[in-house]
Nanobody, 123 residues
């Protein structure tokens, strides 16, 4: 009933930029929060940035000042603008969306994960 589709990953040189996007589609009633997480090889998944329905944002210390999360409510899409990329930013990036959707006559609140998109940074 709900799908998340990510795009925008790739290979970039250190110091370069990438923009990730995540589109949520389906019988969505409202989106409560959207965010990005990442998982590097051999490491646990970690929070990168989140944004709420009210527009407040939160960033991991490691990306503050370099990454920006923003969303287009009309398109149910969240973006992650990544600037000044470093080799340590290499990971699979996952979007995470906390939303409410219609399921028949019911409204269901659930958190969804995107399929992941690879970001690689060469030094």
């Amino acid at each position: 009933q709900v799908q998340l589709v990510e795009s925008g990953g790739g290979l970039v040189q250190a110091g370069g930029s990438l923009r990730l996007s995540c589109l949520a589609s389906g019988s969505i009633v409202s989106i409560n929060a959207m965010g990005w997480y990442r998982q590097a090889p051999g490491k646990q998944r970690e929070l990168v940035a989140t944004t709420t329905s009210g527009g407040s944002t939160n960033y991991a210390n490691s990306v503050k000042g370099r990454f920006t999360i923003f969303k287009d409510n009309a398109k149910s899409t969240v973006y992650l603008q990544m600037n000044t990329l470093k080799p340590e930013d290499k990971a699979v990036y996952y979007c995470n969306v906390d939303l409410t959707y219609n399921s028949g006559s019911r409204r269901v609140r659930q958190t969804y994960w995107g399929q992941g998109t690879q970001v690689a940074v060469s030094s």
